[in-house]
């Protein structure tokens, strides 16, 4: 399974947003430092989050344990289940925020991580 994934600093930067059609071409286009945008692959039994630090990718985190907030994601395209004990509003799950320390991609996806600096889910952070 492939995960493509964009800092969302480099959306905040560029002024662009979680929703734009092209987000993911833009970045792909943008020629940006990998450790800003790219693709890995995520191994069986590994959360997205240490698939990331695997590849040498310094993602946010703090607890590891779906109580923090702090390692948020956008899932922009694919399926990325939560298990049923999280921190999140359902209000920002189902705009596909996920956190990444508990939850492996089903299908190839797209993510925005580093959302913590989203402003709804920075009101969150403990
Ligand atoms: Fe705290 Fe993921 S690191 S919820």
Aim: aromatic share 8%.
């Amino acid at each position: 399974i492939e995960v493509e994934y964009l800092n969302y600093e480099v959306v905040a930067d560029e002024g662009w947003n979680l929703d734009d059609d092209d987000l993911f071409e833009k970045a792909a286009d943008g020629g940006f430092d990998p450790a800003d945008y790219g693709r890995f692959h995520v191994a069986e039994n590994e959360s997205l989050l240490e698939a990331a630090e695997n590849e040498g990718y310094a993602w946010p985190f703090a607890c590891r344990g779906g109580a923090c907030t702090n390692c948020a994601v956008a899932v922009v395209e694919g399926e990325m289940p939560s298990p049923a004990s999280h921190i999140l509003p359902q209000e920002l799950h189902d705009r596909g925020i996920r956190l990444s320390c508990i939850v492996a991609p089903e299908s190839d996806a797209k993510i925005v991580y580093n959302v913590k600096h989203l402003p709804e889910v920075h009101d969150l952070l403990l």
